[in-house]
């Protein structure tokens, strides 16, 4: 099984900076995917960013050139850097990971982001 641990959300101001974090463990052999989903309000889960095992990321326009998502294999961990944060970023964030061993998708609990004045 695998669980997943994230960090790194709260409140914080328009055009502000917050940094996710999201670490993986338990009985796999090696990670494949890793990614950021999000839920606004009123809204159905949407993707955010997504990372490779090769490094090949993907983005939601509406984030492009504010977020960036990378990984640490070393300790089994993504990461998403939030720049230039809007009200609409607002929602609980929830960290994906797919392993290799079987494919199986595995979600975070969520990490609430709130963006206001």
């Known amino acids: 099984q695998v669980q997943l641990v994230e960090s790194g959300g709260g409140l914080v101001q328009p055009g502000g900076s917050l940094r996710l974090s999201c670490a993986a463990s338990?009985?796999?052999?090696?990670?494949?995917?890793m990614g950021w989903y999000r839920r606004a309000p009123g809204k159905q889960r949407e993707l955010v960013a997504v990372?490779?095992?090769?490094?090949?990321?993907n983005y939601r326009d509406s984030v492009k050139g504010r977020f960036t998502i990378n990984r640490d294999n070393a300790k089994n961990t993504v990461l998403l850097q939030m720049n230039s944060l809007k009200p609409e970023d607002t929602a609980v964030y929830y960290c994906n990971v797919v392993v290799r061993d079987n494919n199986m998708n595995y979600w975070g609990k969520g990490t609430l982001v709130t963006v206001s004045s």
């Open positions: 990372i490779t095992s090769a490094g090949i990321t």
């Open positions: 338990g009985t796999f052999f090696s990670i494949d995917t």
